[in-house]
């Protein structure tokens, strides 16, 4: 069985478009003496942080423009996870992709 791919505009005569994620957005972010976030300003609410996931950091295009982030994945209290960044260049915390 041969597996092909399809262009999704042969498919009816109408493109499926590509949705991308979410733009990042600015928020506030409370953290402990290393750094841990503990909790989100998520609206006009502040979400305490019942749990971190994972950390991770990229650095990336220093020969261009510049981009040093550490992100982090936590769980808030009411069980969303949410992914969160620390722009090491500009400065300030994001919310990266949806917030559920």
Do not use: C, F, H, N
Request: charged content about 30%.
């Amino acid at each position: 069985m041969s597996t092909r791919l399809r262009d999704s505009r042969s498919q009816g005569g109408t493109a499926q478009r590509l949705r991308p994620l979410g733009a990042p957005r600015g928020t506030r972010v409370m953290v402990d003496e290393a750094g841990v976030p503990t909790a989100v300003l998520i609206g006009r609410r502040l979400k305490g942080v019942s749990a971190v996931r994972e950390r991770w950091r990229i650095d990336d295009e220093w020969w261009r423009r510049p981009l040093a982030r550490d992100y982090v994945t936590v769980v808030l209290e009411d069980g969303r996870p949410l992914t969160l960044y620390q722009d090491l260049v500009e400065g300030g915390w994001w919310v990266q992709g949806e917030e559920g």
